[in-house]
């Protein structure tokens, strides 16, 4: 902490490079204000200061001043005074964080207000019904967001007051109403809390930015941000401005628009108008508002205005912009402009129109799409033909694209209990809300009855790439019978918690049934079922993906075990296999009895025996991934595994196996008993085994070159890389690989052809990492297995961290994020870089790679960027997501290293 | 390798301070040689030659050229020419590594030989029965340790020669007939070579050197390195000398001999002289020869001359010699000078001694002990009154002291077996053989019937510190029935394998039947059964480790979990508690309900309950070790172990944990199902239980400063450190930390007690040591536990790697010792030191120490000195040797670091 740290900065202070201490949401409105669009007035509280104050729960020294000083600022500048009732000032106070995370932390609005200040406002718009609604609205959430008491406290006092006028719509509840619910709603407060409703509008401002520091840390923000990898401890920025209001008539309103479709990518703008009304009830979703466009008609100069605004943000920032605006009497102020979050189609068709229409070069618009987003072109989609045969129930806003299908259920809580059970189920709702988002984690997909394309379920399932149908008003939902209704051609059709429904997130179509689904568009061309020129989104993102190669420094290489899933990984990319694992090969039907007569071998010629019997079937793989791969890298790793892994465990399958194989169960129980571990995961597995087992390795050494042979013969250009897993003691490198480099010789001299023999190990445990230097010395490359090297560092292994202590070490803030799905860089990382540094001082030419599940996972592809690495490898979809995230990398931060072949994978696809 | 290196030095060249690449015989004989003494002239092949030999599998460039030039100069200087029939030179090439090896690797006498040499060597000597033995004994020794040819083949020609002549002993057998048997045993060599015997010296002469390079890795060598902890990387070297004859007549004679007695360190000659006999009959033990005091009768000049130059030897070195002589017509030459093995109670007296004698400073008497000897001081002896029960049945040499008792075996690998079987063997052997170290290792003690002190027996049993009678005549064994006999009072006393035998190594005796045994003086002391005046052994270990302390920077703890095992430790000297494991307080009988009641409750409130219960044991339990370290620190580890390994597994088990406490048995099922992990060493334990059941910390926290608060109000100066286990993650450390201290607090402010919170962790991940910067930030200590860090830098646990791979691996040399033994310095070490200075740097005041089991093994505590920590912390017998150690390394390396406090346990005996 320094003391004389600058924890405020108005609006015209800081810019879009700022986000880390302003928040994007302060970085967007200072960009704004010095761009000079109407924005209103205000200042931020750094997330600086909200970490400051999370660790020492007091403000850090001088930011009580600091804010002090910038009210007065602020007055100056829009001319009104706070608490002064002859001119006053009303201000929000909202989060803002590094990261959007929407809805998931606290905002107050029209703050500054009391009882004075009413009265003069009143005097000042003669317009009671405003004050005294601004003034409702302000107890409620002061006293929920502040103070603890929780709104639905409020809203049954406001339900009451309806039924007492008899009257349903909250517009329907004139201003003496709502003056009596104020002195209600502060007698509610005095009860809750003891002491009055606070007066004193600097008293409301400093609790109000605790509050919203202390929201950092509520459940619902821990669980979004843990779900979308933000880390804990980054904090939240806090946004005290001018309040404007959209609730003062019709010549008022409020609203949320992108600047292009973000379900699509169209170009055009994309969102909703609410007349008379303040932002917090387009967000919420509680009033179903109009399409943007029809704002034209209600107000077409602010509305020519405000397209005019969304035009030159969407040109300052080279990207789609999810813009928040309010028109107080007819005049537009913007509230908010950031980027927007956008479905995967449309992420890389506003990438390719933001290039062909001159408004982004190619490497700008690469940074505009999330890797991860390209997962979600896999999904599969309807069968059109099954659809055609299942009803159409009714349609809703198509707010989040797929397919999905799964058992109706209507609380999240439901969701999670009952998608175990079912398998998949679909969340309906009227809407949904922060507290909902592990139930719609756990749906197939979400429909709403009321909300829009910009409502809660639709952003968060966007973001989480769920399908979604929100605003869907046919639906007539029943919490309390677990049912909804549809009135459809004059008829009642039920549906009940539990009955199949599908929903179209992309053309907001619900249907009664569960809907079989095919592969998506781009799975068909990627498997052959469709041509490439028949698909608008597979050539937009071939087109991105190329970009991304003519940038990135990083290879990029997959994971594939079979002949089919190496052809895949050829076609999504790759420009090698970076790990063949060998152990799958031994559970076919025709394999896994072979294998297992290889453990139960009693003598070495028994044994030998056993793999000879092995070895063709091994080949024939081999020959299968090295033709897929022709001409580029196969990296294949020697078995793996513990042996015991191969044999029954059960009293009942033992006897199985003894009745198939004729061995007496008695000898495969002993075998069972002596195999058995304590901790398998630090056991006779990897080079281990090879050592104890020198046959099992030969046998697939020779498969390898003799597959390798019989392709070269066949006029192929095979490159197999044999890697010995588990290596710990350089020793173990240097036996094995001996003994393998001469096996090796020994088949290509027999067969006549002439193939380098490249060898290199995993570095998976700590003591590799550490002694990379003589490692190296015996290796031709390094491949980091991160699954468990982390598992090796960290001292916990994921099977037992994942179901026992892990989330929680999550929620308690332990862990930012899930070590393996997000590289440790602090711990393993520098495992990674010294084991890199380590190896290349001692060995020039190693080739460094990573081959962990961290391979296909943006952060840690930018880590391995920055770590120097020469490629990663991942499973074979989460090749274009790493070739995306090693471009993204480069261009934010270049390096020297590039990839040693440019890619050149010809069967290549995407 | 470098091509213009030195691997041949002749014997004035070097000395004492090169024994890595002279090895210990090689600069033994530089060191006589230059000091004037009558040595055989001869010169040395380097260890890095042998080194350089067994990578590449071949001599070195110039090895073979500097050979011949070190044979010129050695011809020159003797005056004899190597082949020359008229005046013939004949060698021996034996071993020598870094660290004695006894008869583990090869040597080659009479090399040089050949049919031209022998009949010019019968005109020199006009003694052909000589010569023909000399050439019989070379074609055999050549043929067994050059060519494979097992020498039992060459000793069945010479049986049945010895049954054609109707004799029994060697000396009776004729020149004629020695002449015939040298052209049967080169026929012999010719059937099973395929070639004639080499007749060309040089031929001989590298062979031979390739043999004995190739011999350090046979079998029984590398067991040998395994048991001693010598590293296989060392090599031997090879040292090629002069012939001279001790069997030349009775004016001739071989001898080896100890300055002072090596079994009870008195001063005296102490060894064995045989008549008209070459070396390899007294090391081997087959004729038993006479006290070395005997020759002062059959050659009193020689023995007087030898008698000087031993003293002159013990001088020089400052140690106790292990010498080895020649006697050749009348002449003496000294063949071999070393640093002599001892038992313990010889080691501390003759430490004591050469202080006292003025022979050495105490820092060089110092380094004579070996810290691992002082275990020998702790074990049990014969119970007296039970002892006098017991029928003597015969006394031989006192070879290794101690009391053993166990039942007979005759076979290494039977020793082996039944050890496992029956618990306690006894191996009865005429003689030991290199093969047999397995089963000697297996066994208590060892019996023989032929050989003296310096026998094989003797020697390898003293070694192992195992008790030994050898030599003792009366038996006669008979390995075919398994059974030998003593004939005793003029009955035949029969003894079958099985039956219990007791012997007593250090008086020689051996009883009928299973004597019980009682502790050893000093532990008797310690334990306050003896004043420590009545103990002389006691006093001296007393001085030596007063020397100790003086020197050494290193502090020493013990690990205690009990205030038996505290008083003891603090006894041993110990300055401190470096680990109280406060797992096994919960296993006492009224205890463990009571915890397993915690496990299996279903709300925090019953298991806090559970937990108050047991309070009162924890608190009782830390005031006893508080109490016994009054006034030293005690570091207490909070709960480490799963919880599951509190529960019954078996279903019968769950039955009776069911009926006991009263909770259901399937409840009890649930739990140990919900509580079973794949990998329980890297499951959930240590601070990540902690972290999910807070209580249970709290509990035990609250209890240290209870008893603490309680010891203080009694006026004693408790100071307990609490340590919280398995830390790899900062904030791990930071939440519990902040709770802990919280609690701790309360207990002080509670009971007014002033008493400072110390709270530090243990680092036993690879992620704690790399994140050490972060940790130290808020921690008091570290303490590397380096069992853990062990397992989880290389990636195995020790339970599965011990019984499965680990021995393979030190016998293939995939690694020169067990890692869970000594402290790999490579891996483990690296991550010591860099843990200790990150943490040193974050944290200048950070306390570090060791506490696995390395800190009680004397390379691993050199380690832990050069790595500058403060202390090693081991169990309580233990405590003296890291205290012996530690001032062997200051004294050897001393570092700036100085422990914090002298000496200063007041309850300290030792």
């Known amino acids: 902490m320094t003391t004389g740290e600058k924890w405020v900065y108005m609006f015209d202070e800081g810019n879009k490079e700022m986000r880390d201490l302003l928040g994007g949401k302060g970085a967007g409105l200072a960009e704004m204000t010095r761009a000079g669009l109407p924005v209103p007035y205000g200042f931020k509280v750094t997330t600086r200061a909200c970490i400051e104050y999370l660790e020492t729960g007091t403000f850090p020294p001088g930011l009580r001043e600091q804010i002090l000083e910038a009210l007065r600022r602020l007055e100056e500048r829009v001319g009104k005074r706070f608490g002064d009732p002859t001119n006053p000032l009303l201000v929000s106070v909202r989060s803002g964080a590094r990261a959007s995370m929407p809805g998931m932390m606290d905002t107050v609005l029209n703050l500054g207000m009391n009882d004075e200040v009413a009265e003069g406002m009143v005097r000042l718009t003669n317009n009671p019904r405003f004050v005294y609604d601004a003034y409702r609205r302000f107890i409620m959430m002061f006293s929920d967001v502040v103070m603890g008491v929780h709104r639905e406290r409020f809203e049954e006092l406001f339900q ?202 190619p490497h700008e618009a690469l940074l505009t799409v999330d890797p991860h987003l390209f997962e979600q072109l896999l999904h599969p989609q309807f069968d059109l033909q099954e659809k055609a045969k299942h009803p159409l129930l009714a349609t809703g806003v198509n ?308 597959a390798a042979a019989a392709l070269k013969k066949r006029g192929l250009n095979p490159v197999p890389e044999v890697m010995i897993p588990l290596v710990g003691i350089v020793q173990e490198l240097e036996v094995l690989k001996e003994d393998l480099t001469q096996v090796a010789q020994e088949v290509l001299q027999r067969e006549g052809v002439d193939l380098p023999i490249i060898m290199g190990t995993m570095i998976e445990v700590p003591r590799a990492a550490l002694t990379a230097d003589e490692i190296a010395q015996h290796a031709a490359f390094f491949s980091f297995g991160t699954n468990d090297l982390t598992q090796t560092t960290f001292g916990f292994s994921r099977d037992d961290a994942e179901g026992k202590f892990l989330d929680e070490y999550i929620t308690k803030r332990i862990l930012e994020t899930n070590p393996f799905e997000v590289l440790d860089r602090r711990g393993v990382g520098e495992l990674v870089k010294l084991g890199t540094q380590r190896g290349r001082q001692a060995n020039p030419n190693l080739e460094v790679g990573i081959c962990g599940e961290h391979g296909g996972e943006p952060l840690s592809v930018a880590f391995c960027h920055e770590a120097d690495l020469d490629y990663v490898s991942c499973s074979p979809p989460r090749v274009p997501i790493a070739r995306l995230a090693a471009a993204q990398a480069q261009i934010r931060q270049p390096r020297q290293r590039r990839r040693k072949s440019p890619h050149e994978a010809k069967g290549g696809l995407l």
Chains 1, 2 share one sequence.
């Open 399 to 706: 707010a989040s694209p797929g397919a999905a299908a799964g058992r109706v259920v209507f609380e999240a809580d439901d969701a999670v209990k009952m998608a175990q059970e079912w398998g998949r189920v679909l969340l309906v709702r009227r809407q949904t809300e922060p507290d909902d988002i592990h139930g719609m984690a756990a749906a197939q997909g979400i429909l709403t009855s009321i909300g829009g394309a910009t409502s809660h379920a639709a952003v968060v399932a966007r973001g989480m790439g769920k399908p979604c149908v929100a605003g869907c008003g046919a639906l007539q939902i029943d919490y309390e019978k677990q049912q909804f209704t549809v009135e459809k051609d004059g008829k009642l059709i039920l549906v009940r918690r539990g009955d199949y429904v599908s929903i179209d997130g992309t053309t907001g179509e619900v249907f009664l049934g569960d809907i079989p689904t095919v592969p998506s568009e781009v799975m068909q061309v990627v498997t052959g079922r469709m041509r490439p020129e028949e698909s608008e989104i597979f050539q937009r993102v071939s087109r991105v993906l190329q970009w991304a190669d003519e940038y990135r420094a990083l290879g990029v290489r997959a994971n594939a075990d079979t002949p089919r899933d190496a052809m895949l990984a050829r076609r999504f990319g790759a420009e090698g296999v970076g790990l063949c694992r060998t152990e799958h090969m031994f559970f076919g039907e025709e394999r896994i009895p072979k294998f297992q007569r290889m453990i139960l071998a009693e003598t070495r010629e028994e044994r030998e025996a056993a793999l000879a019997d092995l070895q063709p079937f091994q080949q024939q793989d081999f020959e299968g991934i090295l033709e897929a791969m022709d001409g580029l890298p196969v990296i294949i790793r020697l078995l793996d595994p513990p042996l015991h892994e191969f044999l029954p465990q059960t009293e009942e399958d033992i006897q199985n196996l003894s009745a198939k194989i004729g061995i007496p169960a008695e000898r495969i129980r002993e075998k069972v008993r002596a195999l058995h571990e304590v901790n398998p995961m630090l056991g006779h597995r990897g080079c281990r085994l090879g050592i104890t087992y020198p046959e099992i390795y030969r046998m697939q050494v020779r498969a390898i070159y003799e």
């Open 160 to 361: 009451e007051k309806k039924r007492e006028l008899g009257v349903t719509q909250d517009v329907e509840v004139d201003a003496k109403s709502l003056k009596e619910l104020v002195e209600e709603f502060k007698a509610l407060y005095q009860r809750e809390k003891g002491e009055p409703f606070p007066q004193e509008p600097l008293v409301q401002l400093f609790r109000a930015v605790e509050a919203v520091f202390r929201s950092w840390n509520n459940p619902r923000a821990v669980e979004y941000r843990r779900q979308n990898k933000i880390p804990h401890s980054w904090g939240t920025a806090v946004n005290v401005q001018m309040m404007v209001f959209g609730n003062m008539g019709n010549d008022s309103g409020t609203g949320v628009a992108f600047t292009r479709n973000p379900a699509t990518g169209a170009k055009e703008l994309y969102g909703e108008f609410l007349q008379n009304a303040q932002g917090e009830d387009v967000v919420a979703g509680i009033r179903t508002p109009m399409p943007i466009a029809r704002m034209r008609e209600v107000l077409p100069e602010v509305y020519e205005q405000f397209v005019r605004f969304a035009e030159q943000l969407e040109r300052h920032y080279k990207d789609v912009q999810d813009l928040e605006f309010t028109v107080e009497r007819g005049r537009l102020y913007m509230l908010q402009t950031r980027s927007g979050k956008r479905t995967a189609v449309a992420a890389f068709r506003i990438a390719t129109d933001l290039v062909d229409e001159g408004i982004a070069e």
